[in-house]
């Protein structure tokens, strides 16, 4: 069942040793979605690095990064393990770099440290550099922790239903495309009594008619009906006078079925749009 939702993109931020976490926190989202997306209609849409950016020449890596990651997204989850991240020009990471963007841009940040045993090959510079980022950043926050991917997921799914509830989203709305006009013609008949004969049985006849509706998202201006052919068996009960049909509206047509005509039952239907002169036909009997 189709569903209006409002979409919001998930940008999953960290250095290139917490794959697991970043798989994790993805995890999560679908989980998320899976649960919600319809009865909280709000779809979160994850993004990372690695699978969603377009490659494209023109600038610094980590500046397309922030452009088509950062600047796009709507909340940010950074992710830390025993690395801070390789320098940009900007920063010392590009991990921190996405975060201060975000920070900035009055982005919903959150930010997990992983307290797992540390790998036997761990880089001594980058750690303690991340350590030194941790005692700053902790000055202007809270801080989480985790220690496998089952609580990254945990804390994610508590992050989000905070964020859902405070972002103020309102009710999506499903913004319909212009249709123009869009007529459909529907033939259709009625046996009625017509009189009576002398012994009181009913004596019956059959009235035609035609369902006109204009099914598009525009009214039709300077509506003509008028029959096809040469040698017509479809009369209609009009006078031909233009007239409106406006969106959404049906209009009833009598029309008379006469014998010898030997051309198919066709409708034309003219009528202006945005000033431009249009008709289509319909075949009707």
């Known amino acids: 069942m189709a569903y209006s939702a409002n979409v919001l993109r998930v940008m999953i931020a960290s250095p290139s040793d917490t794959i697991e976490a970043r798989d994790a926190v993805e995890t999560a989202i679908h989980g998320w979605n899976g649960a919600n997306a319809q009865t909280k209609q709000t779809i979160l849409q994850s993004w990372r690095w690695e699978t969603s950016s377009v490659p494209i020449l023109g600038g610094h890596p980590q500046s397309l990064i ?77 801080l989480g922790e985790f220690s496998n991917a089952s609580q990254l997921e945990y804390e994610v799914w508590k992050a989000i239903e905070y964020d859902i509830a405070n972002l103020s989203l309102g009710v999506p709305v499903l913004k319909a495309a212009d249709r123009g006009v869009r007529f459909s013609v529907q033939p259709r008949q009625e046996r009625e009594i017509r009189s009576y004969d002398r012994k009181g049985k009913p004596r019956y006849s059959t009235r035609h008619w035609l369902e006109i509706t204009n099914d598009g998202g525009q009214d039709a201006e300077e509506v003509v009906f008028e029959p096809v052919g040469e040698r017509i068996s479809l009369h209609l009960a009009t006078d031909g006078t233009p007239t409106t049909v406006h969106a959404g509206q049906t209009r009833l047509l009598n029309v008379v079925h ?28």
């Open 66 to 142: 922030n452009s088509q990651g950062v600047d796009e997204s709507d909340i940010v989850f950074a992710l830390f393990g025993s690395r801070l991240g390789s320098p940009t020009p900007d920063a010392v990471s590009g991990t921190v770099e996405e975060i201060e963007r975000a920070i900035e841009q009055g982005k919903p940040v959150h930010l997990y440290f992983s307290t797992a045993q540390l790998p036997n090959d761990v880089d001594t510079a980058q750690l303690d550099g991340l350590r030194a980022f941790k005692s700053e950043i902790s000055k202007r926050g809270l």
């Open 258 to 285: 006469s014998m010898g005509g030997g051309d198919p039952n066709i409708l034309r239907i003219r009528w202006k749009e945005n000033g431009e002169n249009k008709d289509r036909d319909f075949h009707v009997g």
